[in-house]
């Protein structure tokens, strides 16, 4: 066995689940402790100065400096309580990672130390950050970059620096972040909901976006992770056979968990909760080694802060574990990937659940109402949300091992499907019965709408579950900020379309409810295209939906097209999520990414197969080539021949499966060479998709075909059988 794999099977080992961060306090206590939260603020703080926050986080606009002041120094003496002696902003940038800056409190005043932190540090910081991707909205020489504080998302500790949940944007005010247009896209769909919701119930005073966030992922020994430059480069095995036992079973899926995983979960729940983070569930997921978590459902922007906080912090609690946590969507071929599935809805301020069915026509009207709307949203713009989550490593994923395939559809449930089909019949109600809208039913003709009114279809990219929508095509790598912008913005529209139909129609004299079904079965009609109930992996499906006009994205680069495509522009600036020069940097960011990500995989297998594989094949070729050899010499060349048939045969498939390699290799850092030349990021894409992942995949299959000819103690690589199963 090669020393490097040997070395790591000997470190290797599963442990009983030791605790790092064991708590004995029943998670009620210690909720929170970790989040500067309202509780907190209000203790913290003046009167004016807590006033003043709630009035920005309910309502926006400035906070003055004298407040800023007040707040900052009430953050301050909060922090230095929990120990912390560093503060940072805490950002998006557009590399679906997280970004900080640290500053000491301390600061020397001409006497000596002591603790400093004043409004302005809170309210913006300028951490330069030139060197993060900024899609052109920047030059190197023009560096100067704005962190800005969020406010509606409270600030926590973590490892004794205070987090600053912030905005990062340029020094002509353009966004260079995630956040920054999901703050925006989620002001317009609120607002336009609330519009809407007004036309039910007059008292209606807010609507939210509300958001829950699946997240899969894998789990790895720290040693046999070490044990492969192209985990640790490239988040994934870009070569590697799969064991003979992978998940035909499907007896890790919710089986037992792992002590040692079970231990790492535990940490990193007891962590989550002090950090003010509701995890609800978790479990084994399909694939041998991938396990899931979910949180209780919150407000949009806080949900995505949530769910990037904790992949900062499971990965460093793992570490603790001797533990490798991975988070990309398809790091072991053959089994299934990860996702992050994004459950969707709008909560007004009640608490009222506004994709929720309800037992009168009134609420069953609403629901109707914004249901079609959103429908009719994803249908309008559902290549740019399908583009939204393409990435190279979505690519690998999608179309799978429940992952959706890589064009869009929506499944409704066959009763939903009656119930508008029987609107467009108009045979959906009756008249009122008297003069009060309570009294108004469904006809017998009708059917009574139920929450889980359908089966659950996993194989679409989006699926109505009930009282949300549930988009499974988001990766489990990315933040999801940017692909829930485009819908936020997508449904804002169709919102406002239809209440302005809706209100068209009523000034004309229609009656409301009259106005209100028609535009419903208007909505639906047009969005017919994108619903589909059947199996969205079948061939027969692929080949319908392209009649459909439903576009793939198969291929990433002609994919990210979408987002300077005349109808996004136009979505974008019309709600004011994006300009075009934010959009732009967007879609050249996206390009850039692409092509850097399948270089470095390039690079990687080319080291692997130069440096790992093929001198481990040569070297067992070499034992072959004595034994028949002396085979020959010692039984005469007839009878030798055909004693060492079989290593004859082995011989000849492995110097076939070198010479395949070695040919590939030549040829894939030629197109890496031109791609590198080019000054055309989406041609460099194009080039990329079309000839260099092809040959990347060819060499990998003359890889891992040598994986199953050469002596198990002289492969350099940990295998799939270790890295995957182990208990």
């Not at 996004?568 to 999520?577: A, N, P, Q, T, Y």
């Amino acid at each position: 066995m090669a020393i490097f794999r040997r070395s790591a099977l000997e470190r290797f080992s599963t442990g009983k689940g030791e605790r790092f961060f064991y708590d004995p306090r029943p998670i009620s206590q210690l909720f929170g402790e970790n989040v500067f939260d309202m509780a907190k603020m209000e203790h913290y703080l003046t009167p004016e100065s807590f006033a003043a926050l709630q009035s920005n986080i309910a309502n926006g606009g400035k906070i003055d400096r004298e407040q800023a002041e007040q707040i900052a120094e009430g953050m301050k003496r909060w922090a230095l309580e929990k120990e912390a002696t560093h503060y940072t902003h805490w950002f998006h940038p557009l590399t679906d990672a997280t970004a900080e800056k640290h500053e000491a409190f301390v600061e020397f005043n001409g006497k000596g130390v002591v603790e400093h932190f004043c409004g302005e540090a809170l309210v913006r910081q300028e951490p330069d950050a030139s060197s993060l991707p900024s899609g052109g909205l920047r030059n190197t020489f023009e560096a100067r970059g704005y962190s800005t504080w969020d406010p509606s998302s409270p600030a926590f500790i973590i490892d004794g620096t205070l987090f600053i949940p912030s905005l990062f944007v340029s020094y002509t005010g353009d966004s260079l972040d995630m956040k920054t247009p999901h703050l925006r896209s989620l002001d317009c769909v609120e607002k336009g909901a609330l519009k809407l919701a007004k036309l039910f119930d007059p008292e209606v005073e807010s609507c939210s976006v509300m958001l829950g966030i699946e997240q899969e992922y894998f789990v790895v020994d720290e040693a046999l992770y070490r044990a492969r430059p192209d985990l640790m480069l490239c988040n994934r095995t870009v070569v590697g056979k799969m064991a003979a036992k992978e998940q035909q079973l499907e007896d890790h899926y919710f089986g037992v968990i792992p002590s040692k995983v079970m231990a790492f979960m535990k940490d990193f729940e007891s962590e989550a909760y002090k950090l003010g983070v509701l995890l609800k569930t978790r479990h084994n997921e399909v694939a041998p080694n991938q396990f899931e978590f979910a949180p209780f459902y919150e407000k949009a922007n806080l949900a995505i802060d949530h769910n990037l906080m904790m992949m900062i912090l499971m990965r460093k609690i793992a570490k603790r574990h001797k533990l490798k946590v991975i988070f990309h969507e398809k790091p072991f071929a053959g089994v299934n990937g990860s996702g992050k599935h994004c459950n969707w809805s709008i909560l007004t301020q009640k608490g009222n659940n506004l994709f929720s069915p309800g037992e009168s026509f009134e609420d069953n009207l609403r629901f109707l109402s914004f249901f079609s709307a959103v429908v009719r949203g994803l249908y309008q713009h559902n290549h740019l949300l399908m583009a939204g989550c393409a990435s190279l490593a979505n690519s690998f994923r999608l179309g799978g091992g429940e992952a959706p395939p890589a064009m869009g559809s929506l499944f409704i449930g066959k009763r939903l499907t009656q119930v508008i089909d029987s609107i467009g019949s108009g045979n959906f109600f009756k008249k009122m019965v008297g003069n009060e809208k309570s009294g108004l039913k469904l006809s017998d003709k009708s059917l009574e709408i139920l929450i889980d009114n359908a089966d659950r279809n996993r194989t679409a990219p989006f699926a109505f579950t009930g009282n949300r929508f549930e988009f499974r095509a988001v990766g489990s790598s990315l933040n999801p900020s940017f692909v829930l912008s485009i819908l936020n913005s997508a449904v804002a529209q169709q919102i406002t379309r239809f209440g302005t139909i809706v209100d068209e129609a009523m000034e004309r004299g229609v009656e409301r409810d009259k106005a209100l079904l028609e535009t419903i079965a208007l909505f639906i009609e047009e969005a017919r295209p994108l619903l589909f109930e059947g199996n969205c992996y079948s061939k027969e499906w692929a080949t319908e939906a392209a009649s459909r006009g439903l576009r793939s994205i198969n291929n990433s680069p002609e994919a990210f097209k979408a987002l300077i495509e005349e109808g996004s522009v136009k979505l974008f600036g019309e709600s004011g999520v994006l300009n075009f020069k934010e959009l732009e940097a967007r879609y050249l960011q996206l390009n850039e990414t692409y092509t850097k990500k399948i270089e470095i995989e390039a690079k990687v297998l080319i080291d692997l197969a130069t440096n790992h594989v093929i001198p481990a094949a040569v070297k067992y070729q070499n034992r072959l080539i004595e034994n028949v050899r002396g085979l020959r010499e010692l039984y005469g060349e007839q009878e030798g021949s055909s004693l060492s048939h079989y290593q004859s045969d082995s011989l000849k498939k492995i110097s076939n499966a070198i010479q395949s390699i070695g040919t590939g290799v030549k040829a894939a850092s030629k197109i890496v060479g031109r791609g590198v030349e080019s000054s055309s990021l989406s041609k460099k894409g194009e080039l990329y998709f079309k000839d260099l992942l092809p040959l990347l995949a060819s060499i990998r299959e003359s890889v891992d075909t040598l994986e199953m000819l050469i002596d198990d103690q002289l492969w350099p690589l940990p295998k799939y059988r270790e890295l995957l199963f182990w208990r």
